[in-house]
């Protein structure tokens, strides 16, 4: 089993920055992808940002060149440093883990862009 926790959610003016973090707990050892999706009132869960064990990132076309996936693999967290946010931004964010064909999910952060 693998735990995830995410933090640094929170309300943000438009054009602003905000930086989630995800601590991966349990049997990481193995996990090949992490990432983070997100998903908005009324609307289904959508892939913000993945990495894979590799180092390999992808993207949502939304997203490219404002937001930014990184990981501190000492600390087993990884990083959403989102820039030149918008109100089209808000939304639950959801850090995921997959491990041998399994996927695991944290709790959420709610992320408000609005003046």
């Known amino acids: 089993q693998v735990q995830l926790v995410e933090s640094g959610g929170g309300l943000v003016q438009p054009g602003g920055s905000l930086r989630l973090s995800c601590v991966a707990s349990?049997?990481?050892?193995?996990?090949?992808?992490r990432g983070w999706y997100r998903q908005a009132p009324g609307k289904q869960r959508e892939l913000v940002a993945t990495?894979?064990?590799?180092?390999?990132?992808n993207y949502a076309d939304s997203v490219k060149g404002r937001f930014t996936i990184s990981r501190d693999n000492a600390k087993n967290t990884v990083y959403l440093q989102m820039n030149s946010l918008k109100p089209e931004d808000t939304a639950v964010y959801y850090c995921?883990?997959?491990?041998?064909?399994?996927?695991?999910w944290g709790q959420g952060t709610q992320v408000t862009v609005s003046s």
């Open positions: 995921h883990a997959r491990r041998y064909g399994a996927d695991y």
């Open positions: 990495m894979t064990s590799g180092g390999s990132t």
């Open positions: 349990g049997s990481i050892v193995s996990i090949y992808t």
